[in-house]
């Protein structure tokens, strides 16, 4: 297997490249499921089709997001296996940035698996990581993916629910909370039920929500009003959209 650090900045496929290894690891790990490299292959064909970078929409979708986070009472940040294993040091980032939690909810739950993600995200800087106490249900959702912390995605006000199945992300924005998607698809259910959907690759949108964060922070509460307010979902999804069909 190729190491990261062994790919060439300059190489045409340096990110797409890095990411699979990532997910590999995930995998050896007992961090990824085996359905994240499908996953992953999903993700990858609609990031080829955008060009692979952040199309504007997406960078407004990210600003926004920073500006909800840091408005929110109570937000958590998701983290599944796919999460983890791309990008665990920028979601801790991201959590301290935005004075958020961080709570571990898988699709495929095992204990091993919390565990294992657990530890990754506190090798990754994390002081408390949610998820294993599971002592709250979300509603109308197959026993083990509902399984959320009371204190933390059941009590959470905003939530950022990146490369999520669309049961859970209909299920959650049922329940009232404001809902931030990254996803690369943009009619996915998880990015049509959104408040706010990023159409990004989460290695690069996790750190550009950090990026807006500090920014919108230092400029004050009317700039993040603004960016919150400013910001258009359906315009978000159709430019997505209009970029893979169309090259637009
Ligand atoms: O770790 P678990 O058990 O919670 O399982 C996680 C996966 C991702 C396997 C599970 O939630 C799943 O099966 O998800 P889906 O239904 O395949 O949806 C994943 C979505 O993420 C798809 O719409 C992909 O296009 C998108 N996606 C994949 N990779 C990326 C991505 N979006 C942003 N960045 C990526 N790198």
């Known amino acids: 297997m190729t190491d990261c650090d062994e790919i060439p900045a300059d190489h045409p496929r340096h990110d797409s490249l890095v990411t699979r290894h990532r997910i ?4 050896d790990a007992g961090i990824t499921s085996r359905q994240g ?5 999903r993700g990858e064909a609609f990031d080829y089709l955008l060009g692979e970078e952040t199309i504007p929409s997406a960078d407004r979708a990210a600003r926004a997001a920073a500006a909800t986070l840091l408005a929110a009472e109570h937000p958590v940040l998701s983290v599944n296996g796919n999460v983890a294993a791309l990008v665990p040091e920028a979601m801790v980032q991201l959590a301290e940035t935005v004075d958020a939690d961080l709570e571990v909810n898988l ?30 249900r979300i509603p109308g959702l197959s026993h083990e993916r509902a399984k959320v912390d009371a ?12 490369l999520e199945d669309g049961d859970r992300a209909q299920a959650l924005s049922e329940m009232g909370k404001t809902e931030i998607v990254i996803d690369l698809n943009p009619l996915s259910r998880s990015a049509q039920v959104a408040a706010i959907p ?5 290695l ?13 922070a230092k400029a004050g509460p009317e700039a993040i009003e603004q960016a919150r307010t400013d910001f258009d979902a359906a315009e978000a999804l159709d430019a997505a959209e209009a970029r893979i069909r169309d090259g637009l």
């Open 204 to 216: 690069r949108a996790v750190p550009r929500i950090t990026d807006h964060a500090r920014d919108l």
């Open 37 to 41: 490299l499908i996953a992953q292959g």
């Open 107 to 136: 699709f495929n739950r095992t204990e091993k698996r919390m565990a294992a993600i657990e530890s990754h995200l506190e090798d990754h800087g994390a002081r408390e990581v949610k998820g294993r106490n599971a002592d709250a």
């Open 198 to 202: 990023i159409i990004d690759n989460i």
């Open 151 to 162: 204190d933390g995605i059941k009590a959470a006000d905003v939530v950022l629910v990146p």
């Open 24 to 27: 590999e690891a995930g995998v």
